[in-house]
């Protein structure tokens, strides 16, 4: 398994299977198959698939301790790329066909729409994360600040689900979906802090009177 | 022996495209409704059956109406195949998919409440009230997406003079067929079933309002609300309630479906305004289907002309 996820091929392999979605989204505007409100499909496309790749970066951390893995940290980088990468596409499809590219349009809808403000949000937060996300920067910025810097995506995940929870009007089952993954994820992470807390704390003394062995 | 006249034309005889239950299907139903239905009824209706399909019926000889736009028509591809229609399912592609055998023959309406002729109007009645037109009306989605349909039927009020409403009848509520058995998927909508909508008297009465029974010169689709809805252009496409069974008189406002789930978003009257603002989405644009970018969506759809009188001295921010 070790070698298998150390090797050269597999970040490339991996690499083309995050591009399998986009290359299957021009596929279908090439042969017209977007249905009969295509920006619409590549919004909800290119949104789903943001998620998608912002709960599989979240995994990382959690899968590489599970199955004591660490070597699966070599994807985390290029999965949280992707969900940025897909973000850009969505955003696109906002300011493009949405609002015509008119920036002052743009700036008044987000302020306005809080559905469309929180998902703004969660995307802003991505920018930093993809700009300081080479080994440059996270020796300029050390790692403990880059590490601080890059729990943003906690945010922009929670935005997300949000965002898409605020979008449709009734049937609420797939943003509940993604919203409980990033709440399994995010809640492992705050256990896992919690109980190494704990384990750093000194040991207390047991109180007079109580006897743990009975 | 009795020698019958041949029976007049009836709504189920004209031209059918296709057979709506063959007959293994048929005995599938069959077996559903039990063994003493297929011993009494089944089996005569299977000897001679009385109803054939609605779906997919040629409808001619249709008036033209001088409310019909003379924009393009979006294609009866995208019509079927993208809309609203939450007891078959809540994505756009659903109704189309899961639509396919929903059972409308043996269909009625009630008309019930303040009337002074309550009564049922089977499929066959309701053809008779008037004269089909082809009306070419724009449809605008509260999600602000919008297409142009060639719907066909006639103005509501010629059934409302019909039943002869008494004076107390100052709102009309209606009510969609619901069955959990034939849409199995309604229970994932997040909204109550059946789904109700409802008009004031007077906007009832304004001839825009169309009883529709078809579209693009056919009975409607199933996924469209067959076999017979409500058309109100110059309202968001909710207020149009599809597959109708009930119409009731009454002097209290009715309650509405969109409206029971979030009354700050959904109102009563729901009229297209480019001026209020849905909280979720802008309301002064709309995507045409086809169309990449948006165009201004017009006051009340651009039928002002029609209805605006029917909202004089009212506030239309407070009454969205």
């Known amino acids: 398994m070790r070698r298998i996820l150390t090797s050269k091929w597999t970040k490339v392999v991996v690499f083309l299977l995050c591009l399998i979605p ?7 505007a090439l042969h017209n198959r977007l249905g009969a409100n295509p920006v619409e499909f590549l919004q909800h496309a290119t949104g789903d698939w943001i998620l998608r790749f912002l709960v599989f970066t979240l995994a990382i951390t959690p899968l590489r301790r599970l199955l004591n893995l660490p070597d699966l940290i070599r994807f985390r980088r290029m999965l949280g790329l992707f969900a940025f990468f897909y973000a850009c596409l969505h955003f696109l499809t906002y300011l493009g ?16 729409r809080p559905f469309i403000t929180v998902g703004f949000l969660g995307f802003v937060l991505l920018i930093p994360l993809a700009l300081t996300s080479t080994t440059g920067w996270i020796r300029r910025l050390g790692g403990k600040r880059w590490q601080m810097l890059h729990r943003a995506i906690y945010i922009s995940a929670i935005a997300g689900v949000v965002h898409y929870y605020w979008l449709v009007k009734s049937d609420v089952r797939k943003p509940l979906f993604y919203g409980a993954l990033v709440a399994i994820l995010l809640l492992w992470r705050l256990g896992s802090w919690i109980s190494r807390r704990r384990s750093q704390a000194p040991v207390r003394v047991a109180a007079p009177g109580v006897s743990v062995s009975g | 022996m009795l020698i019958r006249k041949a029976p007049d034309l009836t709504y189920a005889d004209v031209t059918p495209r296709s057979v709506y239950l063959n007959r293994r299907k048929f005995l599938q139903a069959m077996g559903i409704v039990g063994a003493t239905a297929l011993a009494g009824n089944g089996l005569f209706e299977l000897a001679s059956p009385s109803q054939t399909a609605f779906a997919a019926t040629k409808l001619t000889g249709l008036a033209k109406s001088p409310f019909s736009t003379t924009e393009k028509q979006n294609t009866f591809e995208d019509v079927t195949h993208y809309n609203n229609f939450y007891e078959f399912g809540t994505d756009k592609g659903d109704p189309a998919k899961n639509s396919k055998n929903f059972n409308t023959s043996s269909w009625s309406v009630s008309i019930e409440g303040e009337v002074k002729k309550p009564r049922k109007f089977t499929m066959d009645e309701i053809l008779k009230i008037a004269p089909l037109e082809e009306r070419i009306y724009r449809h605008r989605c509260v999600e602000a997406w919008s297409i142009v349909v060639p719907w066909i039927g006639f103005s509501f009020c010629n059934l409302i003079k019909l039943v002869e409403p008494t004076p107390k009848a100052e709102f009309v509520a209606f009510q969609s067929y619901f069955d959990p058995q034939q849409m199995p998927q309604a229970r994932y909508a997040g909204i109550d079933f059946p ?3 409802g008009l004031r008297m007077d906007e009832a009465m304004n001839p825009l309002a169309l009883l529709c029974v078809g579209m693009y010169g056919e009975t409607l689709p199933n996924q469209d609300g067959a076999p017979v809805r409500m058309v109100l252009p110059w309202k968001y ?8 069974v009930k119409i009731k008189f009454q002097q209290k406002m009715p309650p509405t479906t969109w409206n029971r789930l979030a009354p700050n978003e959904y109102g009563f009257y729901s009229n297209v305004n480019p001026n209020v603002d849905h909280p979720r989405w802008t309301q002064s644009k709309e995507r045409r289907l086809g ?7 017009l006051m009340f759809n651009g039928y002002g002309e029609q209805v605006a009188s029917l909202y004089n001295g009212m506030d239309l921010k407070k009454n969205y």
Do not use: C, H, N
Request: no cysteine; glycine share 4%; aromatic share 18%.
């Open chain 1, 22 to 28: 986009f290359f299957g989204l021009v596929d279908r």
């Open chain 1, 97 to 112: 066909p949405d609002q015509s590219f008119d920036l002052s349009a743009m700036w008044k809808d987000v302020a306005k």
């Open chain 2, 195 to 197: 789904y109700v909508e």
């Open chain 2, 237 to 244: 496409g909710f207020k149009s309630i599809k597959s109708l």
């Open chain 2, 291 to 297: 169309e990449i970018f948006k165009r201004p969506t």
